[in-house]
Nanobody, 125 residues
């Protein structure tokens, strides 16, 4: 059973930065694309970013393009999301997810079979 554990969330002022981490254990990591999603209260879970197995290809939702950076360290089986210039509308629970194969082209939650428990990010104005 794959296990994904996020960390790094917290409370930050608008304009600040945070780095989220997601460690994958009990399963393969290096061969799979990974994604970050977020869910605000009362809203559907939405795609944030994805990365392919090698880290060479990334995709972002428009609202975070240029502010967030997804990356991975296959040696440490860890996924990262560097978030900068944070805005109050970025407030949400952030989830990492393991994709069905090595690509970075998946943006729908149903396409990801494995999920972490989430980490809260709160941006104050």
């Amino acid at each position: 059973q794959v296990q994904l554990v996020e960390s790094g969330g917290g409370l930050v002022q608008a304009g600040g930065s945070l780095r989220l981490s997601c460690v994958v254990s009990r399963g393969f990591f290096n061969s799979y694309g990974m994604g970050w999603f977020r869910q605000a209260p009362g809203k559907a879970r939405e795609f944030v970013a994805a990365i392919n197995w090698s880290g060479e290809r990334t995709t972002y939702t428009d609202s975070v393009e240029g502010r967030f950076t997804i990356s991975r360290d296959n040696g440490k089986k860890t996924l990262y999301l560097q978030m900068s210039s944070l805005k109050p509308e970025d407030t949400a629970v952030y989830y990492c997810a393991k994709g069905p194969d090595g690509r970075s082209s998946y943006s729908r939650p149903l396409e990801y079979p494995d999920w972490g428990q989430g980490t809260q990010v709160t941006v104050s104005s």
